[in-house]
């Protein structure tokens, strides 16, 4: 009686062991199992038990989410009185590659050849070549342009545009210069008079405010 018993067991243990090889079979060729071979699929696994997981495959995973994820973060103050956030290790934004992203958004719109974009601490200024020809297709042109702009920039920042290819070289000429450096300011609003003055600015995005973002408080500084 115990040799049947025994017999009936044995080939109980092996069915199940070809059942468990078949499951995991099946979850990793639908993409369930993690490459160390762990049937759980969850995300954040790797990072928070594998510590001897390999660089290729962390990469790998990282790209992934750098390609699929939103960017979400929660700030809270501190708890202890006094504490305050720090604020050393904060981003700034990258001026070049801020102006970069504006020009080349810039020449996307179909009425725009050429786009030139200087961004400084507080403005941005383009000059842009356009095939844009009455009154109404230029006022519409700057708006585009501006309003791309400001899409890309801080909320502060002041956009001021225009279609003068001439004034190109006065925004390029300010480019070598620093925010500190004499004569820049100067040199930065008389371009901004000469933009305003020549070209249109499109329309104001917001009530209170002119068509470059200033408000009355901005103009009265």
């Known amino acids: ?10 080939a109980s243990f092996v069915m199940l062991a070809g059942c468990n090889m078949n499951n995991d079979n099946a979850a990793d060729e ?5 490459k160390n071979g ?13 510590e001897n997981e390999t660089r290729t495959y962390k990469d790998e995973v990282m ?28 981003y700034t934004m990258d001026r070049e590659r801020t102006a970069d992203a504006i020009s080349k958004l810039s020449v996307a719109n179909p009425s725009v050849n050429d786009c030139s974009v200087l961004v400084t601490d507080e403005e941005v200024l383009i000059a842009y070549d356009t095939d844009a020809k009455t009154k109404k297709e ?9 309003r791309t702009a400001m899409s890309v920039v801080p ?11 001439g004034l190109r070289r006065d925004i390029e000429n300010i480019a070598p210069m620093g ?4 004569g820049a300011e100067d040199t930065i609003e008389k371009t901004i008079k000469l ?4 070209s249109p600015q499109g329309k104001s995005t917001v009530e209170g405010e002119n068509p470059n973002g200033e408000t009355k408080a901005d103009k009265e500084m």
Do not use: C
Request: hydrophobic share 30%; no cysteine; glycine share 4%.
């Open 1 to 10: 009686m115990k040799k049947p018993l025994l017999a009936m067991g044995v």
């Open 38 to 50: 762990n049937t759980l699929n969850v995300r954040d696994r790797e990072d928070l038990y594998n």
């Open 63 to 90: 790209t992934k989410r750098s390609n699929a994820e939103f960017g979400y973060v929660r700030q809270q103050k501190s708890p202890i009185q006094g504490q305050t956030v720090s604020y050393k290790d904060m």
């Open 179 to 182: 925010p500190n450096m004499d």
């Open 138 to 146: 230029r006022m519409n042109a700057a708006d585009q342009v501006k």
């Open 30 to 34: 639908q993409g369930m199992v993690h």
């Open 195 to 198: 933009m305003k003055a020549n």
């Open 155 to 165: 909320r502060w920042y002041h956009v001021y545009v225009t279609d003068d290819t």
